[in-house]
């Protein structure tokens, strides 16, 4: 009786060994993938890519074929949103694919509204983003600029305060402006 104890531990553990084994070979597998899908011509990508998108993959993979779906000529927006969603299903603390999801949903047609949802939660996420999202994403407010509630404004210009002005000036004139105006 008392063997049994230890051989149900013994089990217990190798089944968790394996487990862990497994999921770290998935994981590797995985950001494998992620390189090769980046790495893929459009056709070779819009042939894996005919189906639908699997079920359980990693955020970061789900975002390497969004980003790659937004390379292709013309964008996949469409394939891009759907992997930005299962992306920030699986993180959605994610301020990039926020942004990015944003300007699929535009590219595809959605109202504004939902837009612009998507945009103030990338910056609900990180107020102020890194390099070179934060000035993708500064670029992508410009463009939106005249439809930006109040708050997302507010937002945007204080993000946009850590930019060199001679750049904002150029690639944001909306957004200089702006900031120009409030800083008087």
Not at 1 to 26: D, E, K, N, Q
Not at 32 to 38: A, M, N
Not at 56 to 61: D, K, L
Not at 80 to 99: E, F, H, I, K, M
């Amino acid at each position: 009786m008392i063997g049994l104890p230890r051989f149900l531990v013994r089990v217990c553990f190798s089944v968790l060994l394996l487990g862990m084994s497994g999921w770290a070979a998935l994981s590797a597998i995985d950001h494998g993938d992620v390189e090769r899908i980046g790495q893929s011509s459009d056709a070779a990508f819009r042939t894996r890519m005919a189906g639908q998108l699997p079920g359980s993959a990693s955020a970061e993979w789900y975002n390497a074929v969004a980003e790659r779906a937004m390379r292709l000529n013309p964008p996949d927006a469409d394939l891009a949103s759907r992997a930005y969603q299962r992306s920030l299903q699986n993180a959605p603390r994610n301020a990039v694919a926020w942004g990015y999801y944003a300007y699929a949903l535009q590219l595809m047609g959605h109202d504004t509204q939902t837009v612009l949802r998507a945009l103030t939660q990338s910056y609900a996420v990180s107020a102020i983003a890194e390099l070179p999202f934060r000035q993708w994403r500064l670029r992508y407010a410009e463009t939106l600029w005249t439809t930006l509630p109040d708050t997302l404004r507010a937002r945007v210009l204080q993000e946009a305060q850590l930019e060199d002005l001679a750049w904002l000036r150029t690639a944001c004139p909306q957004i200089y402006a702006a900031l120009a105006e409030a800083n008087n």
